[in-house]
């Protein structure tokens, strides 16, 4: 089976400064079909979660544009360019590739 | 309104059985796959199984198999997850979302299996 690590676990950042989360598969991604299913989702505290990013860097309806996802392969990177109180929660990467799908430990987010 | 309505969690003992459903609207739901995806409490997000539009393919998490049954009704427009021989480890909260790659999640509903 696939694992996926994401890195840092814990990330305090400071508002209105970037923040990055890297997300790592120990398979290749690419699905035969050529697409790469590596998403991103956001879990704010007591709340369901929501999808950010889909196929690695495509944004969903609704998501500010600072968040942007990249990368390729197994090795993956979701940014915020400025971060916002509102963005306080937990990161979980998520391969869609391979079967079983698997989501990675979370990167959790917080206010220094 | 596009949304996913999860019911039927509840306190269980362990080896007994539940069944959940997803009330899914707004949407065409026999277009999509559907997927459960479960949280224990103070953890992270954890699939548990898939279906296909058709309910012709199923998959699921190695934990679950031989005990959980996922299924459709397209004509009511439901999903379900019928979890047998329940251990204290499936106690989570348990989302239904919408196709392989979750766009849309349901607010969840919480199993606990204690004794």
């Known amino acids: 089976d696939v694992v996926m690590t994401q890195s840092p676990l814990s990330l305090p950042v400071t508002l209105g400064q970037p923040a990055s989360i890297s997300c790592r598969s120990s398979?290749?991604?690419?699905?035969?079909?050529?697409?790469?299913?590596l998403n991103w989702f956001q879990q704010r505290p007591g709340q369901s979660p929501r999808r950010l990013i889909y196929?690695?860097?495509n944004r969903d309806s609704g998501v500010p544009d600072r968040f942007s996802g990249s990368g390729s392969g197994t090795d993956f990177t979701l940014k915020i360019s400025r971060v916002e109180a509102e963005d306080v929660g937990v990161y979980y990467c998520?391969?869609?590739?391979?079967?079983?799908?698997?989501f990675g430990p979370g990167t959790k987010v917080d206010i220094k | 309104e596009v949304q996913l309505v999860e019911s039927g969690g509840g306190l269980v003992q362990p080896g007994g059985s539940l069944r959940l459903s997803c009330a899914a609207s707004g949407f065409t739901f026999s277009s999509y796959w559907m997927s459960w995806v479960r949280q224990a409490p103070g953890k992270g997000l954890e699939w548990v199984a898939n279906i296909k539009q058709d309910g012709s393919e199923k998959y699921y998490v190695d934990s679950v198999k031989g005990r959980f049954t996922i299924s459709r009704d397209n004509a009511k427009n439901s999903l379900y997850l019928q979890m047998n021989s329940l251990r204290a480890e499936d106690t989570a909260v348990y989302y239904c979302?919408?196709?392989?790659?979750?766009?849309?999640w349901g607010q969840g509903t919480l199993v606990t299996v204690s004794s």
């Open positions: 196929k690695v860097s």
């Open positions: 398979q290749s991604l690419v699905h035969s079909d050529g697409n790469t299913y």
């Open positions: 979302a919408r196709g392989t790659s979750c766009l849309l």
């Open positions: 998520m391969q869609g590739t391979h079967w079983p799908l698997l």
